[in-house]
Nanobody
Framework: QVQLVESGGGLVQPGGSLRLSCAAS????????MGWYRQAPGKQRELVAT???????NYADSVKGRFTISRDNAKNTVYLQMKSLKPEETAVYYC????????????WGQGTQVTVSS
């Protein structure tokens, strides 16, 4: 069994910064891709950013230049540094990982709330 535990959400003013963390634990052989998605009220879950175990990154156009995704493979942890946050980015942010144990599966964290408001 694999668990993803997110931390770092909270309330921030427009233009502010936050750093999210997500640690994977369990019977992990390797983690292929890790990433962050978000879901605002009444909207579908959307991609924010992903990073492969080789360090290749992918970002949603709306966050390019403001968000940075990184990972520590030794700690099975992925980070999302968010800068210049906007009110419309208020959402629950979910960690995602494609994990190989005895087989390969897609896992989700429980989500962490990010609220951008003055």
């Amino acid at each position: 069994q694999v668990q993803l535990v997110e931390s770092g959400g909270g309330l921030v003013q427009p233009g502010g910064s936050l750093r999210l963390s997500c640690a994977a634990s369990g019977s992990i052989f390797t983690i292929n891709r890790m990433g962050w998605y978000r879901q605002a009220p009444g909207k579908q879950r959307e991609l924010v950013a992903t990073v492969t175990n080789g360090g290749r990154t992918n970002y949603a156009d709306s966050v390019k230049g403001r968000f940075t995704i990184s990972r520590d493979n030794a700690k099975n942890t992925v980070y999302l540094q968010m800068k210049s946050l906007k009110p419309e980015e208020t959402a629950v942010y979910y960690c995602n990982a494609i994990v190989r144990t005895t087989y390969t599966s897609n896992y989700w964290g429980q989500g962490t709330q990010v609220t951008v408001s003055s």
